[in-house]
């Protein structure tokens, strides 16, 4: 239960109202016991940190054309369109297209590569080392 009251607390301190309260002189403490007795504040916070966000869209793949396209839960009352406005990392979208193609020039489900630093020439003095975006990769790749 210690999990979910720090989690709770970490939630609160993150809003202008507590901010607010801290601002005024209070201590952690009664900062957060303060916020925390309103209850249409936690009730505000609680829909709002529990509120699934996610676009969808679908495209049909043999023209291209938008069959589906849901940007939010509701456009009136969240007027942000989770597909064309939101920017993240595609994740696990593309696995399929890059597991498909290696199929096709016949790798097996069951190969296995080692993690490890590649390094892949492109021709005269160049060479791309692709990174997993870490500080210590980061720090070893050439600027060029």
Known sequence: MGCQKDLVNA??????????????????????????????????LR?????????????????GHVMAWVGSRDFRLDPFDHVQQARRQPGSTFKPFVYGAAFEKGA???????DQAVE???GGSAVWRPSDGSSAQRANDDPA
């Open 11 to 44: 939630f609160v301190r993150e809003t202008p109202e507590y901010k607010a309260a801290r601002d005024s002189g209070l201590t952690d403490a009664l900062a957060l016991k303060q916020v925390q007795a309103d209850p249409a504040f936690m009730l505000a």
């Open 47 to 63: 829909q709002d940190k529990t509120r699934l966000q996610a676009g969808f869209v679908a495209l049909d793949p043999s023209n």
């Open 108 to 114: 097996s489900p069951a190969d296995s590569f080692v």
């Open 120 to 122: 892949i020439s492109l």
